[in-house]
């Protein structure tokens, strides 16, 4: 059974209701963390109601051989780039000598270029010792966003939060167990696609990825390490959690 009404009417509005909850986290002078392209325009808004500085977070699979929607794991984007392995399924599937290793630096070269694209040359956002919230449009099976949850995690953050408009009860657990708290506006047990609860879900491109990110940066006052000013480009179902409740992570 799927929503008979779609709770948000796009990514901005659901940004907006997402940022009314996770305002308890503006004392702490967060860092909002975006998955593109789709979770930009959700945290831009979480980031301009938390006066936060806004980056994106760029993940890409390491696919099995012979079959790339397969993820024997990821490599995660950041000032140290981590790479998150499936080794149980590593172990069952046993990549030839060295496929590891490759596919691991082809993604990197991904991610360099796609960074380059959506930030210049502006560094990433410093997040030692930070308040992270990593944020999405949605969770479908939540693979992406615990490969980005692990791999930060290793970074020496302060606190880390995931965020979503929505998610299926299934990937919220596994999730909660990486982070120390994380907010879902709506989830079901029978969670099917993300676009459904949203009126319009057209694809967020390159170029309103580009946008935002530039703004944030002009916005927000905190630019990446080394990065000069003059250096930055201009410019209800039963299901539902209200929008000020969080789902408690791991204990502390």
């Known amino acids: 059974m799927t929503p008979d009404f779609s709770p948000f009417k796009d990514r901005r509005e659901a940004g907006a209701q997402l940022a009314a909850a996770l305002m308890y986290l503006k004392k702490d002078s967060p860092v909002v963390l975006a998955l593109p392209r789709g979770g930009v325009p959700v945290a831009y808004e979480v980031a301009q109601a938390l006066g936060a500085p806004l980056d994106v977070l760029l993940v890409r699979k390491i696919g099995a051989p012979g079959f790339p929607e397969l993820g024997l794991g990821a490599v995660v984007d950041g000032q140290r780039h981590q790479r998150v392995i499936n080794e149980e399924l590593v172990n069952r599937l046993r990549p030839p000598p060295g496929y590891l290793e490759a596919e691991e630096q082809r993604q990197l070269d ?7 694209i959506y930030c210049g040359d502006r560094p990433p956002v410093p997040i030692q010792g930070r308040t992270v919230i990593v944020v999405d449009d949605g969770i479908a099976t939540g693979g992406t966003m615990g490969a980005a949850l692990k791999a930060l995690a290793r970074e020496g953050v302060a606190k880390l939060i995931f965020a979503v408009p929505v998610a299926p009860r ?7 167990a990486v982070v ?8 079901q047990s029978n969670f099917q696609a993300v ?11 390159d170029e309103e990825v580009i946008v935002l ?17 003059g250096a930055i480009p201009p410019d209800a ?12 992570g791991k204990p502390a």
Do not use: H, M, W
């Open 110 to 116: 991904e991610i360099e270029r796609r960074r380059k």
């Open 170 to 176: 299934s990937a919220l657990d596994s999730l909660c």
């Open 180 to 187: 120390d708290d994380g907010v879902c506006l709506f989830t």
């Open 195 to 205: 676009g459904q609860y949203y009126k319009n879900f057209e694809q967020t491109t």
């Open 213 to 229: 990110l530039d703004a944030a940066a002009n916005e927000s006052g905190e630019l990446g390490a080394g990065t000069e000013v």
């Open 237 to 248: 179902v039963g299901g539902q959690i209200p929008p000020d409740a969080s789902i408690p």
